[in-house]
C-alpha cells in the first residue's frame, strides 16, 4: 500500500531503523543483522510512514486484500508445515502468525520500520516465539543462518509499482530462497484501458464554468493542469472502462529481475467499445499466489479480450487471486487514473494506441514517472507525469 504520506510526512529526526538492537524475538540466535548499506533519505521516510499504525490498520481492514493472502497461505500449506519462511515487510506481523498457524516451523519476519517493535509483542502474545523471529532491519541487511523454503510479501504499491518494495523482495529470493521454492504472490500483472468519466470531469473542471452563478472560466485551464498533473487514485467502476483491458506488464517473481524493473515500456492497442469521450487511462493490478511449477494465468501484451474472459472464468474459487480491476471488490489500492486535460471523443470500434513507460524516479526511486502516448482519429496525446 503507498504510504498516502509519503511525500508530506515531516521528519521526526529520528535516524535509520536501529539496526544493531534487532536483536531475534523467542529463543532463536540464528537471525541478525550484516554489514548495513546507509539508509538513504526517501528509505528513512518511506520506512517511517510505515511506523503510523492507521496505515497497517487500512490494510490489514482492507478484507479482500488479507483474506487472499490468508486463502493463498491454507491453499499452499502443504509447501508451508514445518517449513521455514521469510515474511519480507511483515508490518504488525499479520502473515508471519497466518503462517507459524499454518505450521510453519520457522517464520523470519523482516520489518525496517518501527512497528516491528509492536510486531514482536504481537507474536509474544500469541504465543509464537518459538516459531516466528520478528528482525527489526532492512531485508538487505539481515543476516539469516539458514535459508527459506517459502518467500511471503504485500509489497504492491498504488499503480502495482509505486513504492518500489518488489526489489526488496527480489534481492530476498536471490540471497534467501532455496531452490524451488516458493513465493507468494507468485506473479502480479498491471492492466490498463481507457476510460471515460464524465462526472468526475464535469465536478472538477466544468463545475468552475458557472460557480453560484458566477463565471469563474478562468480556473478552467488550471483545473485541467491540477486534474491531470499527477495519477489520481480513485475507484472507479467496470461502466468506466471502454475498451478490453491492455496488460502493460506481466510480472513472474519467480524470474523477474530489479534491473527490468527500473523501466518497463509497453505497446498497447485496444478498440473503443462505444461512443463516448476518453478522459484518461485506468490502471489496476491483479496478483495470483501460484507454486513455482505451476504455470501462471499468464496474460500477453497483446491479449485477446476473449482470452481475459475464459481466463477469469476458469479460475475456480480455489484459485488464490487478488485482483484491484473495476469490475471486482474495491480495495485500499481502488484503481490509479491518469487524466486528460481534455476529452478526446471515440467511436465505437475506434482504434486507441500508444504506448507507456513507467520508471523509477532518478530523484526517488520509490516515486514513479509516467510518460503515455495515445494516437486516435488521427489525434496523438503526450503525457508525462510523476508519481510521488
Ligand atoms: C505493504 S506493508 C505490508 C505489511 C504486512 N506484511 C501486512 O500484510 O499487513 C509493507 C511493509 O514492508 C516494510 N518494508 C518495505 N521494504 C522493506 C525492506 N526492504 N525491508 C524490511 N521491511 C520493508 C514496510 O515498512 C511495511 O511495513
Redesign the pocket.
Given at each position: 500500500?503507498l504510504p498516502s504520506h509519503l511525500n508530506g510526512h515531516s521528519a521526526l529526526g529520528r535516524g535509520r531503523p536501529r539496526l544493531s538492537a534487532a536483536a531475534a524475538s523467542g529463543d532463536f540466535a540464528a537471525a541478525g543483522i550484516g554489514a548495513a548499506a546507509p539508509l538513504e533519505e526517501h528509505d528513512r521516510i518511506y520506512?517511517q510512514s510505515?511506523s503510523h499504525l492507521g496505515i497497517?490498520e487500512a490494510?490489514?481492514k482492507d478484507r479482500v486484500r488479507t483474506d487472499a493472502?490468508h486463502t493463498a497461505i491454507m491453499r499452499h500449506q502443504k509447501f508451508v508445515e514445518g517449513k521455514v519462511v521469510l515474511?519480507?515487510?511483515?508490518?504488525?506481523g499479520?502473515?508471519s502468525v497466518f503462517c507459524a498457524r499454518a505450521g510453519a516451523k520457522r517464520v523470519y519476519a523482516?520489518?525496517?520500520?518501527e512497528?516491528a517493535v509492536q510486531a514482536r509483542e504481537i507474536v509474544k502474545a500469541n504465543n509464537l516465539t518459538d516459531q516466528v523471529v520478528v528482525i527489526h532491519?532492512?531485508?538487505?541487511d539481515v543476516d539469516l543462518e539458514e535459508k527459506v523454503d517459502v518467500i511471503i510479501?504485500?509489497?504492491m504499491g498504488y499503480m502495482l509499482l509505486y513504492e518500489s518494495?518488489l526489489p526488496?523482495v527480489l534481492f530476498a529470493r536471490d540471497k534467501w530462497l532455496k531452490p524451488g521454492g516458493l513465493i507468494l504472490p507468485s506473479h502480479a500483472t498491471l492492466f490498463m484501458a481507457p476510460i471515460t468519466n464524465p462526472e468526475r470531469y464535469e465536478s472538477s473542471v466544468d463545475f468552475w464554468r458557472d460557480v453560484y452563478g458566477i463565471n469563474m472560466s478562468a480556473l478552467v485551464p488550471l483545473a485541467k493542469k491540477f486534474t491531470s498533473e499527477e495519477p489520481s487514485i480513485e475507484t472507479i467502476g467496470g461502466e468506466n472502462v471502454i475498451s478490453w483491458p491492455a496488460v502493460f506488464k506481466h510480472i513472474d517473481c519467480y524470474n523477474f529481475t530489479a534491473e527490468e524493473f527500473k523501466s518497463i515500456t509497453t505497446k498497447y492497442k485496444v478498440s473503443s467499445m462505444m461512443l463516448a469521450p476518453i478522459h484518461g487511462f485506468g490502471f489496476w493490478f491483479e496478483v495470483e499466489f501460484n507454486g513455482p511449477a505451476e504455470s501462471s494465468h499468464n496474460f500477453p501484451s497483446n491479449l485477446d479480450p476473449l482470452e481475459i474472459i475464459q481466463k477469469k472464468r476458469r479460475r475456480s474459487s480455489e484459485d488464490a487471486v487478488l485482483s484491484t480491476a473495476p469490475e471486482d471488490e474495491p480495495t485500499h489500492w481502488q484503481q490509479t487514473i491518469l487524466y486528460f486535460p481534455d476529452p478526446i471523443e471515440v467511436k465505437q470500434d475506434q482504434i486507441i494506441e500508444g504506448s507507456v513507460t513507467v520508471s523509477q524516479s532518478e530523484e526517488n526511486p520509490r516515486f514513479l514517472n509516467i510518460h503515455l502516448e495515445c494516437t486516435t482519429g488521427g489525434q496523438t496525446l503526450v503525457k508525462d507525469c510523476a508519481m510521488r
Open positions: 500500500m520506512f510505515y497497517h490494510m490489514i493472502y515474511d519480507v515487510g511483515c508490518g504488525t499479520i502473515l523482516i520489518e525496517a520500520s512497528i532491519g532492512r531485508v538487505e510479501s504485500e509489497w518494495m526488496s
